[in-house]
Structures are given as C-alpha cells and as structure tokens.
C-alpha cells in the first residue's frame, strides 16, 4: 500500500478505521524520501530514528494523530538542525526548543518530519539560493520548484509527505505551490505564531501549510492557528473551524478581479487557465466583478525596500561571535566580522543586506524606508476599498509558469515575478495557491480575502477544487 501517496484526510480516515498504523505511514514515507530524494532534493536533514519513534507513540485520536507533517529549515524544531538554508549555520546549530507551530503540531499529534529546503534565508523565488543543495520541480525536473518554501513544495509534490509547513514573507508558500501543483495557504499577519521562525522581514513573514488538497490545508491551520504569548505580532483572536464551511460553495458570493493583475505580461497559458477557474465558478452562481488595486504598480519596489531593511537588521545577529559561521585566525575583531559574513553568507543574501543597509542609512531613511511605509499604507487601501465591493480576489500566483532551473540571468527576473503575490504580504492579508488542471507546467489560481477571513479563502478555494 502506496501510504505516502494519500493526502491527510484520507490518512487520518484509515488510521481512524484501523487499516493501518502511524508506523506504517511512517515507514511508508521514509522509503520513498530514500528512493528518490537524491533526485528531487526536497530535504536537507531528516532524522529516521526520531520519525520512527514518534510513530510507534502516536495519539492517533489527536487531530493530526500520526501524520508526517515537513518542516521548513528556518523554523525551529527541538534537537533538529535548523539551516536555514546557509552555510552561515550549516553544522553549527541544533535548535533548543520548539517554534511556535511546532509545539501546536507536536499538540495535535502530528510528527515532524524532516527539514525542507529552501533559498538561504528564505531570500530567493526559486531555491536555487540555497548555500545546501539544489532543489527540482517533481512535476517537471528541468524547472524550478519555486521558492523559498521550495523543499517543502516538492516534499508535498513528490509525495514524500502528505503536507508540510513553510514561511511566505512576499509569496514563498503560494509561488511554489502553483510551480509544483499543490496547495499553499498564506494566512493572515497575526493568525499563525511567528515565534522561532527565523526572522527574514519582521512585518511580512507568516508560517502557512502546503498541501495536495483544500482541506488537508484546513486540517493544518486548524492545528497551528491561534494566539501565542511569546510572539508580540500574534493577534488575541478566535480560531473558526475552518473547515465548516468547505463545502457550501461560492453562490451568491462577489469574486473580484484586480486588472492590475490581468495585465500584458501574463503568460497566454496563465491567462487561460485562470480565466477556465473563473468561469467555472460563475457558473457555479459567483459574481465576477472588475475591481482595481492602483498602487500595485509600486508593490515590488516598496517591498524591496522594506524586506531588504528588515533583513539587514535582522541578520546583523550573525556576526561570528555569538553562534554561527566563524572566521579563523582573524587579524582583529573587525576582520572577523567581515570575514565571518563573507564566508557565511551567499549572494543573494548580500545583496538584500547591502540594499536595506543603505535604505536605512542616515540621509536616505526617509527618503527611501519611510516613503515605503507611506506607499504601504496606500496598498493596503487599495485592498480595503475592494473588499468593500467583493468578497474575494482572484488573481495568477505568477505570471509564467516554472521557469527552467539556471533561466534567471538577472536578478530583478525573478523580484518581478512575484508582482502578484508581494501586494498581500504588505497588506497582512489571507491567500491561497490552489492548482488548476493545466500541462506540462502547473499553474496555480489566488484567492485573496480580507484579513482574519481564512474560513471563506477555504470555501473558495474548495470550489475551485471542486470544479
């Protein structure tokens, strides 16, 4: 019996029936990783002994009772190395406690599994900046996975495991989900702990589920949604059942679509099969509606302004004095901070450092990182003034499918490429990523909803499935 080749819900219902055990889904999983992950790359650490053994004590009447769940190599996991995709921590880090999202896993019985590949700090749209290992799209090995959440979307596409976390701070859950064909769920700014997740943008970052169906990803954002003392930026509110309202569909519901998102540039393929999702749900009984988001045009530019910004502060922690990458034989204090990060870091990394470094350098703070925060807040209108026609958005995750593995000559490629994902980040909103029946490459459909609104981004995106 294929185990790993079946999604949660079905997983959970044969556990429920006793048809087989956690062990076997376990052993199940484990198998196929050691077949064909020297191909697909989707983890870069996976501990057998410790997968096996929360197997055999699993609670299978818990939630998510025995099932394998990836993790993201920049959220902590107690005793697990924690990468981040860098040689800045590679071999000189194992976490000493649970992130947030892990200890809620561990809660509702769910067994993490392994640590997913990603771009070295989650700064990159393809997981070609991983400093560890290259990452390929299971669905077309000659393409991209997406990025950053790359192994976690190929770990879902390839069926090593049913369902895994990642970390979308301007579309890095959504982008590799529509790339690899799977779901990828961003939720709200507030609804899921931030606590333990390394820290890229502060104000942007959001841990959210990657699945192969709709309400696997409610399945998972129950388990890890809720407030959480030890995060200043979790939000005290109620968790909704999530997936009460997956099946009651999208009749009556106004469905706007931002032109800004439909514009020149959309690749002819993307066009059709969002435009395919878009119709099937008006004949399901939505409204189609024309809406505008007119500050999308600087969407991209403010973000690399913001991100950048908070990267640089960020990142300033490793140095080569407290933990991480060290220099030897320094000459003095000042060359084993250069040298530390010199060594430990990659290019992309650098680059975004050195750019946010500058933003926010005396005499130019202002003129560039304040009026981002300015352009911010009007984004956000944007949204607001919509959602007071509509319902929901929909939008292309990407405007071009995958693109081929080493196509990017220009980083700015691949900055203007996530021009319809980076827009939600900054306005804190709820997304999804759901698959459209497309080949050779997958192409995936957004939802967006007003924030704290995952309940109706499921319902949506359940039609969608559906249809």
């Known amino acids: 019996m294929s185990l790993h080749t079946q999604t949660l819900t079905e997983l959970r219902a044969g556990l429920t029936q006793g048809e087989f055990s956690a062990l076997d889904i376990a052993e199940s999983c484990l198998a196929a990783v050691a077949q064909q992950d020297t191909s697909f790359g989707a983890f870069l650490s996976l501990d057998a002994e410790a997968i096996l053994a929360a197997a055999r004590d699993a609670d299978i009447t818990q939630p998510l009772g025995g099932l394998p769940i990836g993790i993201k190599d920049n959220i902590n996991v107690l005793g697990q190395p924690c990468t981040c995709g860098s040689k800045m921590l590679e071999n000189k880090y194992i976490s000493p406690y649970d992130a947030g999202v892990t200890k809620k896993l561990r ?76 779901v990828g769920l961003k939720p709200s700014y507030g609804r899921v702990s931030r606590y333990g997740l390394v820290a890229f943008a502060s104000s942007l970052d959001q841990i959210g589920p990657m699945t192969r169906s709709v309400a696997d990803a409610a399945l998972v954002l129950q388990a890890i949604a809720g407030h959480d003392p030890q995060d200043s930026t979790s939000l005290p509110v109620a968790v909704p059942d999530f997936s009460a309202n997956l099946q009651k569909g999208v009749k009556g519901l106004r469905l706007g679509l931002p032109k800004e998102y439909f514009s020149d540039g959309l690749d002819p393929a993307v066009r059709a099969a969002v435009q395919k999702a878009i119709d099937q749900l008006a004949n399901q009984g939505a409204e189609i509606i024309d809406v505008s988001l007119p500050h999308t045009s600087y969407a991209v530019a403010t973000y690399y302004i913001i991100a950048p910004a908070e990267a640089s502060s960020n990142l300033s922690r490793f140095d080569g004095i407290r933990y991480g990458h060290r220099a030897s034989a320094p000459a003095d204090i000042l060359s084993l901070y250069e040298r530390s990060r010199e060594e430990g870091f990659g290019p992309e990394v650098k680059r975004r ?115």
């Open 107 to 182: 809660a509702a019985g769910a067994i993490c599994f392994g640590r997913t590949n990603m771009d070295e700090f989650a700064m990159g749209s393809s997981t070609e900046n991983s400093a560890l290992r290259r990452t390929i799209n299971p669905v077309a090995p000659d393409h991209i996975p997406g990025g950053s959440s790359g192994g976690s979307a190929a770990a879902v596409a390839a069926n090593f495991v049913p369902a895994a976390l990642g970390s979308d701070t301007g579309g890095s859950i959504r982008q590799p989900a529509s790339h690899c064909g799977i």
């Open 353 to 467: 450092i050195i750019l946010g470094t500058y933003v926010l350098s005396s005499g130019y703070y202002d003129a560039y990182y304040t009026k981002a925060q300015k352009v911010r807040t009007l984004i956000r209108r944007d949204f607001d003034q919509a959602f007071e026609k509509v319902d929901a958005l929909l939008s292309p995750v990407a405007p071009t499918p995958a693109r081929l593995i080493g196509g990017c000559t220009n980083p700015l490629e691949d900055y203007m490429a996530d021009v319809c994902t980076i827009p939600v980040n900054l306005a804190g909103l709820p997304a999804i990523s759901v698959p459209l029946p497309t080949s050779p490459l997958p192409i995936g459909l957004q939802i967006i909803t007003p924030h704290m609104q995952e309940a109706l981004l499921l319902q949506v995106a359940q039609a969608v499935e559906r249809s």
